[in-house]
């Protein structure tokens, strides 16, 4: 599993920048969110302009944002060093180390200064990454705070995990000596599971491709019966499923897209409903929610040309609308309706606006014809007609009659 050495720097920028570099063992330099930079984005400082120094823009910028100056009579944390070491079981190439140590970076200090240097002057030359963040946030000028340290470990352990690296868990079960170890409960125990970044995405109308696998893979899990059917639909979406590393504590699925492979997530990630533990419990339960055969093929129809013409906005409300038919375990319109009148009739704020969503679930499921008026129930038999029962009766005598016959013939042939 990688390890994360955390230090915490309190001068100018200039004396880890020298240890760093001396000599020229700095295998390749990466820096985030300077002057010459598109924001949020990690580019080699050979593309930078011949004058630029990361130690000397990071003290310019602590300096103008004044905070640089002791804070509650302590010196004043000027940056924090992070030594990132990669498991040398994995045999990670300099690029390998390179792209996860952004990943983790970014996933925390998007808003700060960043500068990665890359080294493998250790006595086995396994490359690992040293990460220097500046003390200043560039949205807001404050300083750099960590209140969870333990969260910046277990965030690198998961994206080991999701790269099918070794990783470790603070909450592990072994099994046996020889059998590898388990973890006791998933990562989440939500069914949906949104994170912060997924959800700022949406917020300015981008693209999240871990909310477009989740869209299909909600459509997958309404409509398969089993394994072989579910990886059936994900592959005509256009959605890859693997198996996590051998080594992951907690069995489950990976899903990635078939054009872009490279992104990929654990399904418990995207919530507890998604993962494959969960998944194949609903393929076993016989009351699980399905739309109709009818609503079936349509549903299946509809998200096909959703992702052939990359209409990304129709493939989400296409999964929100089962998801909440699902959740509510509604199989017809009739049922919804039923289920607003109720809610209407609370008569709280709460409950209103449960029924406004619901309402414009109906509407969608109504004019896409995802969902029958009515649940189709067995036939019942028509009633029998008193001459039918007379008929049936006389039949049953006449039975009774000649099995008596042949009881007396028996008993004749008996007694001669």
């Known amino acids: 599993m990688p390890l994360l050495k955390p230090i915490a720097g309190h001068t100018g920028c200039a004396g880890i920048k020298r240890y760093l570099e001396k000599g020229g063992r700095a295998l390749e330099i990466l820096t985030m969110n300077f002057a010459w ?42 940056f924090k060093h992070f030594v990132m070491s990669p498991d040398p079981q994995d045999g990670l190439t300099a690029d390998q180390v390179a792209e996860l140590a952004s990943a983790w970076a970014l996933k925390h200090f998007s808003d700060f200064e960043v500068a990665i240097v890359l080294h493998d002057d250790n006595g086995n030359r396994i490359p690992h990454a040293h990460i220097v963040v500046n003390n200043t946030n560039l949205s807001t000028e404050r300083r750099l705070q960590t209140p969870d340290p ?31 170890a388990r ?25 999240s491709w871990v909310s477009d696998i989740r869209n299909r893979v909600t459509v997958a899990k309404a409509l398969a019966r089993n394994e072989d059917e579910f990886i059936a639909v ?14 992951s504590w907690r069995r489950d699925w990976i899903y990635s897209l078939a054009d872009h492979p490279t992104w990929r997530i654990g399904g418990e990630k995207l919530g507890l409903s998604f993962g494959q533990e969960a998944l194949r419990n609903r393929f076993a339960r016989i009351a699980a929610w399905h739309p109709t055969p009818a609503a079936s093929r349509q549903i299946l129809s509809q998200a096909e040309h959703a992702v052939e013409l990359n209409d990304l906005a129709e493939l989400q409300r296409l999964a929100d609308a089962i998801e909440t038919c699902m959740s509510s375990n509604v199989r017809s319109l009739a049922d919804l309706d039923r289920r607003i009148r109720r809610l209407e009739s609370r008569g709280d704020a709460g409950s209103a ?22 649940l189709q129930t067995k036939r019942q038999r028509p009633p029998q007609n008193a001459e039918g029962a007379l008929r049936r009766d006389d039949q049953e005598q006449r039975n009774q009659k000649a099995q008596a016959h042949r009881v007396r013939q028996r008993d004749r042939r008996e007694a001669r």
């Open 353 to 374: 606006d449960q029924a406004n969503a619901l309402r414009e679930v109906r509407a969608y499921m109504a004019q896409a014809r995802l969902l029958p008026e009515t």
């Open 150 to 180: 333990l969260e910046l470990n277990r965030s690198l352990q998961d994206l080991a995990e999701e790269r099918g690296l070794r990783f470790m868990r603070d909450e592990i079960v072994r099994e046996c000596e020889e059998g590898p």
């Open 234 to 247: 994900l592959k005509t979406l256009e959605v890859d499923v693997a198996q996590n590393s051998v080594r």
């Open 37 to 78: 930079q598109e924001e949020r984005v990690f580019e080699d400082v050979s593309e930078a302009p011949g004058d630029f120094d990361w130690a000397k823009s990071m003290d310019a910028t602590r300096h103008a944002c004044g905070n640089d100056t002791p804070y509650r009579g302590k010196p004043a944390r000027t």
């Open 183 to 207: 973890k006791k409960t998933p990562a989440t125990m939500q069914k949906t599971y949104i994170r912060r970044a997924e959800k700022e995405i949406a917020s300015e109308g981008g693209y």
